[in-house]
């Protein structure tokens, strides 16, 4: 069997990115894999030296937040393809907290084309499960990233059968939100109305996280992580 070539970029997170890896080297011949920290500001070395150094067929990004250049984008014979964790309703940064803040009764994840601009590209498949009323921002993410490999596991096992794989159809409903925008989002100040305060807190309070925040005379003070 001639399999074909790709890419693998993953997060720091252990378990999905090992059942990623393993299952990805089950129908592809995996080229390189790299495990990028949140914050990273340089992409990896090893990538451009893969795709100058072979011909890659697919990029597949599963989790992670490292912006792709172009260079490796374009390099993708067929298809670069990244595993969002939201619906195409909640593109970019914060995606599970506006999710909650709009009492949204789904949510989602997306795989989708990838192009330069985060979450733009053309969709291929969404996978959509219910909210429930006790989720916080850290437990509708947490399942969302389960959803992730479901999805990925699906895709990738399409592209291994058939080579190809068409648009869903399904489009982006707004463009990315940013970090910047998000944490300006997280702050909560003493005009608001109670209603208001209450929605953010459930949408932001996170059980590993600061926040959100409060705005008093200048100063921001964090609302500890919620116990579980």
Known sequence: MNRKKCILLLDTNEFLGKAAEDYCSTLFDVKCVTRSQRNLKEFPQEVFNTIHNNKIDYVFNFLSAVKVPIEVINSAKKYAINFHPAPPD?????????ALYDNAKEYGVTAHIMEETYDSGEILSVIRFPISEGDYCDTLFDRALVYTLMLFYDILYKLAIKGEI?????????????RKEFEDWMIILPTDPEEEVQRKIRATRHSRFPGPYVKIFGEYLALPPRKN
Do not use: D, F, I, M
């Open 90 to 98: 909640y593109p970019g940064v914060g995606c599970a907290s506006y």
């Open 166 to 178: 068409k648009s869903c159809g399904e489009e982006w409903l707004r463009r990315p939100s940013t």
